[in-house]
């Protein structure tokens, strides 16, 4: 019902203004009967109002879901949804079967401004925890629409930044970026990480949520041209899941590794030593691992050779 309703953007609409079943469906051009059953059930669930046939949404409800409120978590809502498609294909992934992966531009922007609804609450401590403190050029690598790009810049005020990612994505960060005024201190670059070559000359690499959509030699090239992209004494920070020995925890990476198994090729989580292991082969020492976490917020940090 949630999925459904936030595709059909129902609550944006019913948070304007009161509306029938009836109104809705002929100035959404949508079936009156199964608009209405749908309607129902969310005022049944708690998620609108419903008085004289008028169904409405309540303020808690706009304030969270509402693409018109500015804490909006409608994106991850829209995400959800795509991934209801790739699970729904799991049994036939461990039969031998291949992922599925949208590549609509729509999957991308929720996708996206999921990734944003998530960091946004836990960049300004991750950044803390990173203490990038002394670094001066920062490179983002696959760095969305630059939620943590802003975090960095903010906690070090002379520092410029790279931020990488596909040609798509740059387009949603520059408009995001610019409407922040960050765009004089950060040079968006297109590219895909796995193809192409990365812009060099930086102190400090973050990689956020970038290693579990790949399988285990994609990774370690990635940090082998991450090394190449940093000057010498500079370091690399992934944060990611970071799966005990046993791979059972944290739970919610355990869980999160499915889903890299029914959307991608080869994409999984990964324990301390694996990563331990990519880095050191790839050329970094002083591999650390600054702390762990149950919400992929644990923090690797590794030096390239001064």
Same mark, same amino acid.
């Given at each position: 019902m949630l999925l459904t309703a936030a595709e059909l953007d129902l609550f944006t609409?019913?948070?304007? &203004?009161?509306?029938?079943?009836?109104?809705?469906? &002929? %100035?959404?051009?949508?079936?009156?009967?199964?608009?209405?059953?749908? #309607?129902?059930?969310?005022?049944?669930?708690?998620?609108?109002?419903?008085?004289?046939?008028?169904?409405?949404?309540?303020?808690?409800?706009?304030?969270?879901? %509402?693409?018109? %409120?500015?804490d909006s978590v409608l994106a991850s809502v829209l995400h959800a949804a795509d991934l209801w498609e790739h699970w729904s294909g799991l049994t036939a992934r461990v039969a031998g079967g291949k992922p599925g992966a949208p590549a609509r531009l729509d999957y991308l922007r929720a996708f996206v401004g999921s990734m944003d609804v998530t960091a946004r609450p836990l960049a300004p401590r991750i950044v803390a925890a990173v203490n990038p403190a002394g670094a001066t050029r920062l490179l983002d690598l696959g760095g969305a629409s630059g939620t943590y790009t802003m975090a960095f810049l903010d906690a070090v005020p002379g520092m410029r930044a790279t931020l990488f990612d596909l040609a798509d994505v740059i387009t949603l960060a520059r408009e995001? #970026?610019?409407?922040?005024?960050?765009?004089?201190?950060?040079?968006?670059?297109?590219?895909?990480?796995?193809?192409?070559? #990365?812009?060099?000359?930086?102190?400090?690499?973050?990689?956020s949520a970038v290693i579990h959509s790949n399988g285990a030699e994609e990774t370690l090239a990635l940090f082998r041209k991450v090394h190449g992209a940093l000057v010498p004494g500079g370091r690399i920070v992934v944060r990611d899941h970071v799966m005990s020995d046993d791979r059972t925890s944290p739970r919610a990476g355990a869980l999160f590794n499915i889903n890299m198994l029914v959307a991608t090729r080869a994409g999984r989580t990964y324990t301390y030593a694996e990563i331990e292991e990519s880095l050191q082969q790839a050329g970094f020492r002083q591999v650390r691992l600054i702390q762990g976490g149950e919400s992929m917020d644990g923090l690797v940090e590794a030096r390239k050779p001064a």
């Open positions: 609409e019913l948070a304007r &203004q009161p509306v029938t079943a009836a109104m809705l469906a &002929q %100035s959404r051009r949508l079936k009156r009967w199964p608009l209405a059953a749908v #309607l129902d059930a969310l005022v049944a669930m708690g998620l609108l109002e419903k008085r004289d046939h008028l169904y409405r949404c309540p303020p808690e409800v706009t304030a969270r879901l %509402s693409a018109d %409120s500015p995001r #970026l610019g409407k922040a005024g960050y765009l004089d201190r950060v040079t968006l670059v297109t590219g895909d990480y796995l193809t192409d070559p #990365l812009p060099g000359g930086h102190d400090l690499a973050w990689l």
